[in-house]
């Protein structure tokens, strides 16, 4: 077994997830290369790197998706591998080929597999031979309203109409009756195009009420694929996740056996390489069916890593320089429980806009079973030109109840003043019943929250803190009054 020597990364992205790619290499001995653009020109990220290079202006498409400027750079800096971390360039397929064909390895999967999983009808069409369950509908693109509306009355109302290329909640309209086909399917097919530069859609029934559920892969060049179990990822804002945990409350060791061989066989019909996760939606008959495939390591890998022990960036690297997966299925185990929340720079008061600003306080909680996988420190300024997540708070316990208590207590120590932050909404999810008891579906948000409802919880909040403040004071006075003899 020939390894290629890996002595020097550059890590193709910026940002909390750009440290813990660095951290990772460290670790191995592995030299790193950060990039930066004019405004992360004092990022973290930079002066974590053994290297630095300015990629360019402020917005990414001059920076961070310069797949061309990065290339160069790395050549000049003899730079042996390029990790992509997550967004930006990850699941680039031209990237990837670029890397190639300068003879850089790309950490990540061929870019064969990430043209098939990047577009959901290719991917659709790559898993339908492994008689893998996939959502009622149809597996081409459509672009006749009318020819949407029989596929419709077909199948049965509500449906989804939704982007082939992209995620993200961009690209996607749920359609409950026919008279709204026409104007929605309109919609969903501007916004695919103006995402990206591709306006196929494709039509499903929609799943009412489902549960989020993915699956981590790993697969080697030696025809080795395995999973590391599930993710919960069912809260979720606009589409998009906020809080993910790991395993989930509603797979038993069956269920969970039969989604870990299905992901196994998505993994296996793309020929893949790598870490990648293959995403599931669940019913409540707990029916599941094949969403898609992401190529690339996912925000929420952290959670996988506490409950298997398994670093996945590491696997990520000894896989692309050609080691053979060191451990088999059998081997891996779930121990405890682990809940990230999403640390984004947003205001969930009002339907959680961005809030940019300076970090005039910022500290980060510290203990056991607290990770705080993090990208600013306190002074910095949050800049308007990237996706606004500050770090990702992550807590572990032995059961999810310990997880869930220690994430609240690492929230009320998460001290961060200057912006708004998704931290009081994750303590309102983890104060929940629906979330406690384990019976919610992706509509948590739609169903229990409210702007309101969080301002009357942090007035609350406010109002107990300003009580406590009270009576330490007055107590503090009556000791101050007592003589001494």
Do not use: W
Not at 267 to 282: I, M, N, P, Q, R
Not at 362 to 389: A, C, L, S
């Amino acid at each position: 077994m020939n390894c290629i020597k890996m002595k020097k990364i550059l890590i193709a992205n910026r940002g909390e997830i750009a440290i813990r790619v660095m951290k990772t290499a460290r670790k191995m001995g592995i030299k790193t290369v950060a990039i930066y653009s004019k405004a992360d020109r004092n990022a973290l990220h930079v002066r974590f790197a053994d290297e630095a290079v300015y990629i360019g202006e402020a917005p990414s498409n001059k920076s961070y998706l310069l797949g061309d400027k990065i290339i160069k750079e790395a050549k000049k800096l003899y730079v042996d591998g390029i990790h992509p971390g997550y967004g930006f360039l990850s699941e680039n397929a031209h990237f990837a080929e670029l890397c190639e064909k300068n003879g850089i390895i790309f950490i990540g999967p061929k870019s064969k597999s990430i043209k098939i999983m990047g577009d959901k009808l290719a991917a659709k069409d790559a898993v339908k031979h492994y008689n893998i369950p996939m959502v009622p509908g149809v597996d081409r693109a459509v672009t006749n309203p009318k020819e949407a509306a029989d596929i419709a009355r077909e199948i049965g109302f509500p449906i989804l109409i939704k982007a082939s290329a992209g995620g993200g909640g961009k690209g996607m309209r749920i359609v409950e009756q026919e008279k709204d086909v026409e104007e929605q399917m309109a919609r969903a097919i501007s916004e695919a195009t103006s995402a990206f530069g591709n306006g196929s859609v494709f039509v499903e029934k929609y799943i009412t009420s489902p549960r989020h559920i993915e699956i981590q892969v790993l697969a080697d060049s030696y025809g080795n694929t395995l999973h590391l179990f599930e993710r919960e990822c069912s809260i979720q804002r606009r589409h998009q996740k906020v809080v993910e945990e790991a395993p989930s409350s509603i797979l038993d060791p069956e269920l969970r056996k039969k989604m870990g061989d299905a992901a196994i066989k998505v993994a296996k019909s793309c020929d893949y390489l790598g870490a990648g996760t293959v995403e599931f939606l669940v019913d409540k008959n707990l029916n599941f069916y094949f969403l898609e495939m992401n190529t690339r390591l996912q925000v929420e890998h952290p959670v996988t890593e506490l409950i298997s022990g398994i670093d996945l960036v590491e696997q990520q690297i000894k896989i692309a320089r050609g080691e053979v997966i060191s451990f088999k299925q059998e081997d891996l185990k779930i121990k405890g429980h682990a809940l990230e929340l999403r640390v984004y720079a947003e205001d969930p008061t009002n339907n959680f806009l961005p809030s940019v600003g300076n970090l005039n306080i910022y500290k980060i909680p510290t203990g056991k079973g607290i990770r705080v996988d993090n990208g600013f420190e306190q002074g910095m300024d949050i800049p308007i030109y990237y996706d606004p997540m500050l770090s990702k708070l992550i807590t572990y316990g032995k059961t999810r109840e310990e997880a869930i208590q220690l994430m609240i207590e690492a929230i009320d120590n998460y001290k961060i003043e200057g912006v708004k932050t998704t931290l009081p909404f994750g303590k309102f999810v983890c104060n929940h019943e629906a979330f406690r008891s384990g019976k919610f579906d992706t509509h948590f948000v739609k169903n229990y929250f409210t702007d309101q409802v969080l301002q009357i919880s942090l007035n609350e909040e406010a109002q107990i803190a300003a009580t406590m403040a009270l009576k330490i004071y007055l107590e503090d006075q009556q000791k101050l009054k007592i003589p001494i003899n």
